[in-house]
DNA sequence: GTGGTCTAGACCACG
DNA sequence: GTGGTCTAGACCACT
């Protein structure tokens, strides 16, 4: 199985850094199961361009991943998460998550001239949508 | 009135520039209704003493917001929520960029394993905040 | 392309801040045509070099004009004039506010004691600068 | 003869010290001959209110051209011009100030979105209206 | 007291 | 090399 199921995006505009949302990226999908020892990840060339990133950028965060034991790395035939890495779904990390990817979101969209008010009946309505 | 409603914190482990979280929290404020036209927010050194952080840099957040047109300040008195100008929209393509960015952001929430109905959550529980 | 076409100076007795002065430069150069979208600006240090100023000055300039919209950033290779979305306006509200500000500009000249010939003058000067 | 002749504006977005505004605006009106000498100017108090701004604003201002000797307050009865204060009309500086005074129109309404050329025109179709 | 401008310099992210 | 973030601190403008 390769990463195919895990997309990658990236945020130019939040202010983080791009390496880190690489990393941040690829520990969200092993811990969310998007991702599992054995796959491999897209090559540093591929992904760069996927991304419009350097190769350097992309380098460098598999290596911090592959530094924290993450990643391994195997030349020749690719990168791949690691077997057995200490990836613990913690609830408390997730909901700390939660509130962040909210609290930015909501940040652009009021940025934009969107209420939280209209944010949440938006997404009332998915749900709404999603049950039919 | 003051903007004792607004709590500002900072998450130093998020990579996220302290300058733009000063100024997300701003933003959000303004969308949930926690801070409203006229309001005075905190003054830059206070805020600095409180996160522990330059007074240049919460100067920084409040300058882009000013320029961005969320802020006005009036030297020797303070920083204040502007009453916005509001430039009238097309409502069409309004709700367009609405479903756009509700969908888009939904979309990389489930690839980091949250569901629609936990985002609603946490949104809904803004808007009860600052009703409080 | 470069920004060779624009030379940035400074008026140290004018009272205007050093950043103003670098702002309404750009914005002057783009709109005569000295500068247009996809040139790229100097850089941040060379033009503090040139200015006898601090980078950081230079750069408050710079980020001022990102804001607005005017400029583009790209990390580790410049900056750059934007290709601006342009929004539509009205044209009629548009053409009125130029009469607007044009006849406020007048009546202020002539309080100095400025003629409308000197000032029309001045205005063609920066026109024909520009196409040499 | 009161100084109604000479209106006092301020240009808050302009960057320049409000105070140092003030001075200008006297300065040139004594060198033009909007202002001459024993002509009185707006109270402290007035003028505060007129541009709304403090009135320690308006005094500082009043204060330094007093002590450059272009003015003379007279306890009770007003503050006046100075006879023959030394203000020959510098045809070098004029040309200075007008070009000063351009190019902050014109980056101005650059910012508002309008090009040189458009102020070129309006500005030569104010000639001719005023030929007619 | 308020915010505004600027300097000097450290360290980071990116190409 | 490029720009970005932040600190520390001086001095100015204004209420």
Chains 1, 2, 3, 4 share one sequence.
């Not at 690489?22 to 998007?34: E, K, P, R």
């Not at 598999?62 to 030349?75: A, N, V």
């Not at 962040?100 to 944010?119: D, H, N």
Request: proline share 5%.
């Amino acid at each position: 199985m390769t990463a195919q199921a895990c997309r990658f995006f990236l945020d130019t505009k939040s202010g983080v850094p791009v390496y880190r949302q690489i990393i941040d990226q690829v520990l969200v999908a092993v811990a969310s199961g998007s991702l599992n020892p054995g796959d491999q990840l897209p090559t540093v060339r591929q992904l760069a361009v996927d991304l419009s990133v350097n190769p350097n950028t992309v380098l460098r965060a598999y290596k911090e991943l592959e530094i924290r034991g993450f990643l391994s790395t195997q030349q020749g035939s690719g990168t791949f998460i690691s077997h057995a890495p200490e990836v613990p779904v913690d609830e408390a990390k997730r909901q700390e998550r939660l509130t962040q990817i909210v609290a930015q979101f909501v940040a652009r969209a009021a940025g934009e001239g969107f209420s939280v008010r209209e944010l949440a009946e938006r997404i009332g309505e998915m749900i709404a949508e999603h049950r039919q």
